[in-house]
């Protein structure tokens, strides 16, 4: 089991930037891939980035190539999301998600445990 709780949320003008955590549970962490999704208001939640349990492979959605990155620090447990040059339409909840095996994906149905969320906006 892996329980996971995101942080560094808020509010940041267009342009900005903020450095999403998520901090996981268990002896087992450097064994997972991990991955951010968001869901933006009104919309279904789609993939963001994600990371193979080393950190040699990583996969990002079209919209935040370029501007996004997901290191992961094993020894501490921890996933973050640097996000840069953010926009308005990045505004969303952003959740954390495992799964127990090493490769990263980027389908939802392929993680098991998810953190609660946590909100961004972006102002114009």
């Known amino acids: 089991q892996v329980q996971l709780v995101e942080s560094g949320g808020g509010l940041v003008q267009a342009g900005g930037s903020l450095r999403l955590s998520c901090a996981a549970s268990?002896?087992?962490?450097?064994?997972?891939?991990m991955a951010w999704f968001r869901q933006p208001p009104g919309k279904e939640r789609e993939f963001v980035a994600a990371?193979?349990?080393?950190?040699?492979?990583?996969h990002y959605a079209d919209p935040v190539k370029g501007r996004f990155t997901i290191p992961r620090d094993n020894a501490k447990n921890k996933v973050y999301q640097q996000m840069n040059s953010l926009k308005p339409e990045d505004k969303a909840v952003y959740y954390c998600?495992?799964?127990?095996?090493?490769?990263?994906?980027?389908?939802?149905?392929?993680?098991?445990?998810w953190g609660q969320g946590t909100q961004v906006t972006v102002s114009s």
């Open positions: 998600a495992a799964r127990g095996t090493k490769v990263a994906a980027s389908s939802s149905r392929a993680y098991e445990y």
């Open positions: 990371i193979s349990w080393s950190g040699s492979s990583t």
């Open positions: 268990g002896r087992t962490f450097s064994s997972y891939g």
